[in-house]
Structure formats: C-alpha cells, structure tokens
C-alpha cells in the first residue's frame, strides 16, 4: 500500500521556468492538500481539495495553481518559478476535511530548488 | 484560529518517558488535539488525537487537561528512532481544512 506518492522527489528549476509537482493517493480519500515548509519552519498550507472538483487557497496561494485531475490525483502548478518558491512540498491527504478527528496522510516530501 | 504553544526542543535518555507539552488556551470546544510527528527528512506522520479523554495508542499516550487547555504527549520508552519534531495542531470547526502546523518540539534522545 503506496499512501501518498508525490513526483519528483528533487527538482532544480530556473527563476521563470515553470513546472507541475504531481500527487496521488491510494487510499480513496476525499480530501488532498498542498503544504509547504521552509528550512527550520513549520508546514504552511498552500491549497487544498475538499473533495473532488473543488479547490480553495490555504495561507500561501500566492504564485501556485493546483487541480485535482480526479479523486486520486491532486497536482501543484508553479507557472513562474521565483527563488522564493524554493521549499519542501509535501501533499497530504484525509478521508474527509471534516470532522476535525479526521487525520493526515502525508508524501515523502518534494525538494524544490529555484536558482 | 485558535493556536499552540511548545518549547523549541527537549531531550530525553533512550528507554526513559517523554512528555511532551502543548498549550492551548483558546481552544474550542469542538477542536481536536492532534499530535504529529516529522523525522529527519521525511514527511509528518500521525501519532495520535483526542477530544477530552486521555487517548491511548500503540505509538503514545495523549493526556489532556480537565479544562482542556492544555495536553501532554507521553513517549513510554523513548528510542533513538523517537527523534523528531513534534507538531501540537487544533482541528476542528475554528481550522477547518487549514491543518496549521507551527514550530513543533525539537525531540533529541541520547542513547
């Protein structure tokens, strides 16, 4: 049982370049998230997917895109990447975005490097 | 939203017990507490939660506090695999979908 499979593992891209972080849950949740986490930080939300066909902004929109293909499937567009943007990602996902007992699932981690 | 409070870091001997602390002072009354855990280069991982009565499992004890505004993670016998940061999170109606995770507790075990 694979959990949460994030690709790829490392990314080194150039300042305008863009790219899309690819996410897929086996487990047949309802809910996936994209966080972020900068070197000695806690996680920072970017978006996340209630359920299929929505999506809404987390604390750190600024800069990102995501869509959630289908129910497995959740990925993180960076259209114009800025040295800011260089950071852990990780996604996450839960069976439902409610009730708060509900927990999360997270992926390995992409490292993502903005020259 | 309401927030948690840890101490930056802790240390601890290997087979001896942890507790963790997390205050909580503005929790609501339909918040969870969530425990989290990262290791070193690997993603948060899922220890335990609770609502108002001390919570067991295989991995820890969650104890929280009669007014609910403060809990305490419980480590039994701590090993060096234990050595990670530990997230205190409030889920529920005032967080919703924004799980929102902050510095955590740095755990060192020393063998």
């Known amino acids: 049982n694979a959990g949460v499979t994030q690709t790829p593992k490392f990314q080194v891209l150039k300042t305008g370049q863009s790219m899309t972080l690819q996410c897929a849950q086996d487990?047949?949740?309802?809910?996936m998230y994209w966080y972020r986490q900068d070197p000695g930080m806690g996680l920072r939300l970017i978006y996340y997917s209630a359920s299929e066909g929505t999506t809404d902004k987390g604390e750190v929109p600024n800069g990102y895109n995501v869509s959630r293909l289908n129910k497995r499937e959740f990925s993180l567009r960076l259209e114009s990447a800025a040295p800011s943007q260089t950071s852990v990602y990780f996604c996450?996902?839960?069976?439902?975005?409610?009730?708060?007992?509900?927990?999360?699932?997270f992926g390995a981690g992409s490292r993502l490097t903005v020259l | 939203d309401a927030k948690t409070t840890q101490p930056n870091s802790m240390e601890s001997n290997e087979e001896e017990p942890v507790h963790l602390p997390c205050n909580h002072s503005t929790i609501s009354g339909t918040d969870y507490i969530h425990w989290y855990r990262q290791l070193p280069s690997q993603g948060p991982e899922y220890v335990i939660h609770g609502l108002t009565s001390n919570v067991n499992n295989r991995m820890a004890s969650l104890a929280i506090a009669e007014d609910r505004k403060s809990s305490t993670l419980i480590l039994h016998r701590a090993t060096l695999r234990d050595a990670a940061v530990y997230y205190c999170?409030?889920?529920?109606?005032?967080?919703?979908?924004?799980?929102?995770f902050g510095e955590g507790t740095q755990l060192t075990v020393n063998p």
């Open positions: 999170i409030l889920r529920g109606e005032t967080s919703g979908s924004r799980l929102t």
């Open positions: 996450a996902s839960s069976e439902v975005s409610w009730p708060g007992a509900n927990v999360l699932t």
């Open positions: 487990m047949n949740h309802n809910s």
